[in-house]
C-alpha cells in the first residue's frame, strides 16, 4: 500500500497517495480541471504545470470553479 499524505482542499482534509501532482488531485476528486483555477498555498497554479506540481503534506489547495455570466 502506497504512503499517503493530506492536504486541505477547501477548507476539508483530503488524503492522496504521496507524490500526487495537482492534476492527478483533480482527477481523483472527479474534476475535468477545465472550469477550476487551482490555488495551492495561495499560488496560482496554470493548467499547463498542474502534472509536474507535486503536493506535499498539508498543502492548503483551493479550487475556484468559474461560473459563466449573463
Known sequence: MSQMITIEL??????????SAVS??????????????VLVNQ??????NRPARILQEGDQVEL???AGGG
Open 10 to 19: 477547501n477548507g476539508q482534509q483530503q488524503p492522496l497517495p504521496t507524490g
Open 43 to 48: 499560488q496560482i497554479i496554470r493548467p499547463e
Open 24 to 37: 492527478d488531485m483533480l482527477s481523483i476528486i472527479g474534476s475535468d480541471g477545465k472550469s477550476v483555477a
Open 64 to 66: 475556484l470553479i468559474f
